[in-house]
């Protein structure tokens, strides 16, 4: 089982990023997709999930700003961030869910800042 997250780096306020997270070694289509922060000093907190069927969860502090969206045919979810402050400075990881399975990105670091 394989989750590799891409698409982050250094942003300016107000910039726009695109996280991806490839899934591989696993039925891609059946589980729930999460991605997670944690910013320096914080605790890990949930962004977005999206389910098998599409239907989304935002936190409150992302919402109309980022969106979540998957992709079954090449087993990748997709965080677009849009409209980014400096408090979505974090590492983002994604997360696959379904049953007692439970599966783990190694996180891609997101830097907003001037």
């Known amino acids: 089982v394989q989750l590799v997250e891409s698409g982050g780096g250094l942003v300016q306020p107000g910039g726009s990023l695109r996280l991806s997270c490839a899934a591989s070694g696993f039925t891609f289509s059946s589980f729930a997709m999460s991605w997670y922060r944690q910013a320096p000093g914080k605790e890990r907190e949930l962004v977005a999930i999206?389910?098998?069927?599409?239907?989304?969860n935002y936190a409150d502090s992302v919402k109309g700003r980022f969106t979540i969206s998957r992709d079954n045919a090449k087993n990748t979810v997709y965080l677009q961030m849009n409209s980014l402050k400096s408090e979505d400075t974090g590492v983002y990881t994604c997360q696959a869910k379904f049953g007692l399975s439970d599966y783990w990105g190694q996180g891609t670091q997101v830097t907003v800042s001037s």
């Open positions: 999206i389910r098998p069927l599409g239907s989304t």
